[in-house]
């Protein structure tokens, strides 16, 4: 069994929200101009890392299913007069490099993850099996539009950071996993955001051989 404590938890979730309204809730998180070249994800993303002070020394696991692809979206649904200005926010950097670049931090390590009904069980290993006195674990989503049909976009928005040490002391919560003989198991981004955003335990198999048990204090 491998342990980790939950110090810090930051989460968002403002579901249907437009990229506008977000543009307008979280102006005063950024630099000026700059939400104008974020995708929705940077900065709900933006938004729950703004309260945590990042430090050099942190490694950072990022997650994400879908990879913010409503910029993706949107550009090409400008055409056929395609827009320089959407074919530059299609092109972005991940929603977690944009605000690394827009608060000019420095991490140790970043380690991004992708997938669907494993991504949790990736993450947390990573995060969990760290030997950084501090890893930031975060993540979400922004909503789809037209690729929601194909099942190849997220259909609410929501972002978290948690930060997690080895310290006990004053801990929200303790994250533990570890390994059992089930075959079985599979658990969602959207299910584990639920569960940090309303402080649910976790008892469950989340991967083949792979156990999680989340405990609030």
Same mark, same amino acid.
């Given at each position: 069994?491998?342990?980790?404590?939950?110090?810090?938890? %930051?989460?968002?979730?403002?579901?249907?929200?437009?990229?506008?309204?977000?543009?307008? @809730?979280? $102006?005063?998180?950024? #630099?000026? +101009?700059?939400? @104008?070249?974020?995708?929705?994800?940077?900065?709900?993303?933006?938004?729950? /890392?703004?309260?945590?002070?990042?430090?050099?020394?942190? !490694?950072?696991?990022?997650? =994400?299913?879908?990879?913010?692809? @409503?910029?993706?979206?949107?550009?090409?649904? =400008?055409? #056929?007069? $395609?827009?320089?200005?959407?074919?530059?926010? =299609?092109?972005?950097?991940?929603?977690?490099?944009?605000?690394?670049?827009? %608060?000019?931090?420095?991490?140790?390590? !970043?380690? #991004?993850?992708?997938?669907?009904?494993?991504?949790?069980?990736?993450?947390?290993?990573?995060?969990?099996? +760290?030997?950084? #006195?501090?890893?930031?674990?975060?993540?979400?989503?922004?909503?789809?539009?037209?690729?929601?049909?194909?099942?190849? $976009? =997220?259909?609410?928005?929501?972002?978290?950071? $948690?930060?997690?040490?080895?310290?006990?002391? +004053?801990?929200?919560?303790?994250?533990?996993?570890?390994?059992?003989?089930?075959?079985?198991?599979?658990?969602?981004?959207?299910?584990?955001?639920?569960?940090?955003?309303? @402080?649910?335990?976790?008892?469950?198999?989340?991967?083949?051989? /792979?156990? /999680?048990?989340?405990?609030?204090?």
């Amino acid at each position: 069994m491998v342990e980790r404590y939950l110090q810090v938890l %930051r989460t968002d979730a403002p579901g249907l929200e437009d990229i506008a309204t977000t543009r307008q @809730r979280l $102006a005063g998180a950024f #630099p000026r +101009n700059a939400t @104008r070249r974020m995708t929705q994800l940077g900065m709900l993303l933006g938004g729950v /890392l703004q309260e945590i002070t990042l430090r050099d020394d942190d !490694v950072v696991v990022y997650c =994400s299913v879908y990879a913010e692809s @409503r910029a993706l979206e949107d550009f090409l649904v =400008s055409f #056929p007069s $395609a827009s320089p200005t959407l074919f530059q926010t =299609s092109i972005h950097p991940s929603a977690l490099q944009q605000v690394l670049i827009s %608060r000019q931090q420095s991490v140790r390590e !970043v380690f #991004p993850h992708t997938g669907r009904s494993q991504l949790v069980a990736h993450a947390l290993r990573a995060a969990v099996l +760290n030997d950084a #006195p501090r890893v930031i674990l975060c993540g979400g989503e922004e909503r789809g539009s037209w690729l929601l049909e194909r099942g190849a $976009a =997220s259909d609410d928005a929501f972002a978290f950071a $948690a930060v997690l040490t080895r310290d006990p002391a +004053n801990a929200m919560a303790s994250v533990r996993l570890s390994l059992t003989d089930d075959e079985e198991g599979a658990f969602g981004l959207p299910e584990f955001f639920l569960a940090l955003h309303q @402080r649910q335990p976790i008892e469950r198999d989340i991967a083949p051989g /792979l156990h /999680l048990s989340l405990s609030w204090t």
